[in-house]
C-alpha cells in the first residue's frame, strides 16, 4: 500500500504526537508534582509495552502487507525465531539478527 | 574494578562502600563524565535501531526533513515506529496519534519514578529532563540514584545530563544517516519484516512474569480478532485489554503472595 497521507497530515501527526509525549515525560516532574497515582492506573501502565507493541505487530505477522495479506510460513517462522531467541538470551540484537537471518533463509529456500 | 583484600569498617547508618563513597565524591564535571561512559553500551542497541527507523521511514515516502521531525520532535523509538506503520496503513490521523502515545504512556510512569530524585530542579531543568527522557536515560539514572541515594541535586542532574548526551544525539544522528541510506536500498529486500522482527525484539525480554505473558496474549488475540476494524482501531481496543488483564493478573498473583 503507498502512503496518502499529505504532507500537512504527516508534519501534523509529527508535531502533535512530539508535544504529546514531551507532556507525558514532563507531566509528574512537571504539572503534577506530588499528586499520588492510584494504584492500578500504575499497574495499567506497567503492561503499555508488552501489550500496545504485540497488538500492532501481530495483524502484521499473520497477514503481510507485502504478501497482500496472505499468510507466509518464512514471515511467520521469522517471528517465532526472533521470540524465542528473545525468550531464551533477552539480547535484542541476537534476536533481531535471529529473526532476520531465518526470514532470508526461509525466502531464498522456498524461493 | 579488582575485590579489596582488607575488610572495612562498617559505619552505623550508612554502610558506604567504595563505589557510594566514590559516586558522593563526584564533582558534578566528574558525573557527567560517568554518566556519558556508564551510556556508551546501550549505543549498541541505539544506533542499529535508529538507522532502521530512518531507512524505514524513508522507504515508506517520508522525506528527510519528516523522518528527522520524528526524531528530533518526539525522540522516541518505538512511537516513531508505530506512527509510519499506521501511516503506511493510511489509518485515521486521530488514530495514529493515539495509538503512538499509547506506546509512550509508560514515560508517564517514568516521570513519576525520577521526581523524588529531581524534585528541586529548576523548571527549566525538567523540561530538559523531560525532553531526554528515554528507555535508556530513564533505567540508568534511576538505578544510579537508588543506589546512591546522598547524591546531590547538581550531581544526579550531572549524571543524567551525560547520559542524554551520548543517548539522544546519536539517536539522531544515525536516524538521518538511515534516511540518507534508506533511498539506496533496493526495494525488493523484504524490508516490511524489519518493523515487527524489531519489536517482537524488543518485547520478548520483557515477558517475565505471569502477568507479562498473560498481557501480551489477550493483546495479541484481540487485535487479531479485531483485524477487520478500520486500520489502527483494533490496535486501540486491544491494547487496553491486555494492559488490563495485566493489571488484574498482576494484582491476583500479589494477593496470594
Known amino acids: 500500500m503507498t502512503m496518502q497521507a499529505s504532507e500537512f497530515q504527516i508534519w501534523l501527526i509529527i508535531v502533535v504526537l512530539g508535544i504529546g509525549t514531551f507532556l507525558l515525560r514532563w507531566s509528574f516532574l512537571g ?72 526470514l532470508f533463509a526461509m525466502l531464498y529456500v522456498l524461493g | 574494578m579488582s575485590p579489596t583484600p582488607e575488610p572495612r569498617p562498617q559505619h552505623g547508618q550508612t554502610p558506604a562502600d567504595d563505589a557510594s563513597a566514590k559516586a558522593l565524591a563526584r564533582t558534578p564535571r566528574a558525573a557527567f563524565v560517568y554518566g556519558i561512559t556508564q551510556s556508551l553500551p546501550f549505543l549498541i542497541v541505539i544506533i542499529p535501531f535508529a538507522v532502521l527507523f530512518g531507512v524505514v521511514a524513508t522507504e515508506a515516502g517520508l522525506n528527510v526533513a519528516q523522518v528527522m521531525g520524528f526524531s528530533v520532535l518526539v525522540l522516541a523509538g518505538a512511537s516513531q515506529f508505530t506512527a509510519v506503520q499506521l501511516l503506511s496503513d493510511n489509518a485515521p490521523t486521530i488514530v495514529i496519534i493515539l495509538s503512538a502515545l499509547a506506546v509512550n504512556l509508560r514515560m508517564a510512569m517514568y516521570s513519576a519514578s525520577l521526581l523524588p530524585w529531581l524534585r528541586e530542579a529548576s523548571g527549566r531543568q525538567k523540561a530538559w529532563i523531560a525532553y531526554a527522557l528515554i528507555d535508556q536515560t530513564f533505567a540508568l539514572s534511576i538505578q544510579h540514584y537508588e543506589r546512591h541515594p546522598r547524591l546531590g541535586l547538581q550531581q544526579r542532574l550531572a549524571y543524567f545530563a551525560g547520559g542524554a548526551l551520548v543517548l539522544c544525539v546519536p539517536w539522531m544522528v544515525a536516524t538521518w544517516a538511515g534516511a540518507t541510506l534508506g533511498d539506496l536500498i533496493p526495494d525488493d529486500i523484504a524490508l516490511d519484516f524489519a518493523l515487527p522482527i524489531t519489536f517482537l525484539a524488543m518485547i520478548a525480554p520483557m515477558l517475565r512474569t505471569t502477568a507479562h505473558l498473560a498481557a501480551c496474549f489477550v493483546a495479541i488475540t484481540a487485535a487479531l480478532l479485531l483485524a477487520w476494524l478500520p486500520s489502527g482501531l483494533g490496535l486501540l481496543i486491544a491494547a487496553p485489554l491486555g494492559m488490563a488483564t495485566g493489571a488484574i493478573v498482576e494484582a491476583r498473583t500479589e494477593g496470594k503472595a
Not at chain 1, 39 to 51: I, Q
Not at chain 1, 78 to 86: F, L
Open chain 1, 31 to 102: 504539572a503534577l508534582g506530588n499528586r499520588e497515582l492510584p494504584e492500578w492506573v500504575m499497574r495499567m501502565l506497567r503492561y503499555t509495552p508488552v501489550s500496545v507493541l504485540p497488538a500492532l505487530v501481530a495483524p502484521l505477522v499473520v497477514w503481510p502487507a507485502a504478501t497482500g495479506g496472505e499468510t507466509d510460513p518464512s514471515r511467520i517462522a521469522a517471528a517465532a525465531a526472533t521470540v524465542a531467541v528473545g525468550v531464551w538470551t533477552k539480547n535484542v540484537l541476537l534476536s533481531i539478527a535471529a529473526g532476520g537471518s531465518t
